[in-house]
């Protein structure tokens, strides 16, 4: 896929997770972790939406200048289950294919620290991917970033909803930055160059 096309529209680069203090540090809440790291980046500040139940940034993701990518950050507001209308609704409103969104989110299958990046597919159960998925179709960039799987009996409910450990966490600033990484690697050299260098 040509990045540059079509030229007048954005990324659309969705964090998912939940709303509320009280979900800031849960494993579920990584992608909302990474779209703050990319919006400080870019010199952005989250603000509401219009009438979508989100917040957005715009800016520039990648080099300064016209090498950059036009981009748009997006956390939905309306709590994981939910996040594919805003998603849907900031896409038409955008004019955004496919192509050029991204969901950056916590992967039960892939090892704490470690990130997988593709195009497509099925949701393994993650409401957010599957509520993004039944709003506009399954064709749209993952950069999936491994949380484990729940240790012993715990559900994966409890597990994903709970803050990172404390171990977790002497990483998680590391593995935060890595992925902010891998999706300005994804949106301006292409998801081949991304997967090379990122999928580890």
Same mark, same amino acid.
């Given at each position: 896929?040509?990045?540059? $096309?079509?030229? %007048?529209?954005?990324?659309?680069?969705?964090?998912?997770?939940?709303?509320?203090?009280?979900?800031?540090?849960?494993?579920?809440?990584?992608?909302?972790?990474?779209? +703050?790291?990319?919006?400080?980046?870019?010199?952005?500040?989250?603000?509401?939406?219009?009438?979508?139940?989100?917040?957005?940034?715009?800016?520039?993701?990648?080099?300064?200048?016209?090498?950059?990518?036009?981009?748009?950050?997006?956390?939905?507001?309306?709590?994981? %289950?939910?996040?594919?209308?805003?998603?849907?609704?900031?896409?038409?409103?955008?004019?955004?294919?496919?192509?050029?969104?991204?969901?950056?989110?916590?992967?039960?299958?892939?090892?704490?620290? $470690?990130?997988?990046?593709?195009?497509?597919?099925? +949701?393994?159960?993650?409401?957010?991917?599957?509520?993004? $998925?039944?709003?506009?179709?399954?064709?749209?960039?993952?950069?999936?970033?491994?949380?484990?799987?729940?240790?012993?009996?715990?559900?994966?409910?409890?597990?994903?909803?709970? +803050?990172?450990?404390?171990?977790?966490?002497?990483?998680?600033?590391?593995?935060?930055?890595?992925?902010?990484?891998?999706?300005?690697?994804?949106?301006?050299?292409?998801?081949?160059?991304?997967?090379? $260098?990122? %999928?580890?």
């Amino acid at each position: 896929m040509d990045v540059t $096309t079509p030229a %007048n529209a954005p990324w659309l680069i969705v964090g998912l997770g939940n709303p509320g203090p009280e979900y800031a540090m849960n494993r579920h809440n990584i992608g909302f972790m990474v779209a +703050d790291l990319l919006a400080e980046r870019i010199g952005g500040r989250f603000k509401r939406a219009g009438k979508a139940q989100a917040q957005v940034v715009e800016g520039r993701i990648g080099p300064v200048g016209p090498a950059g990518r036009r981009a748009v950050l997006v956390k939905p507001m309306s709590f994981m %289950n939910l996040s594919g209308g805003p998603v849907n609704a900031l896409r038409d409103f955008y004019k955004v294919p496919a192509a050029q969104i991204v969901a950056v989110h916590d992967e039960l299958d892939i090892d704490y620290g $470690t990130l997988r990046l593709k195009l497509g597919g099925g +949701d393994n159960g993650h409401n957010g991917l599957k509520s993004m $998925t039944k709003a506009m179709g399954p064709d749209y960039h993952r950069v999936r970033c491994g949380i484990g799987r729940p240790p012993g009996r715990m559900q994966v409910a409890d597990f994903v909803l709970k +803050d990172f450990s404390s171990a977790e966490r002497k990483e998680l600033d590391w593995f935060v930055d890595r992925a902010a990484d891998a999706v300005e690697c994804l949106v301006t050299e292409g998801l081949e160059r991304a997967q090379g $260098t990122y %999928n580890s």
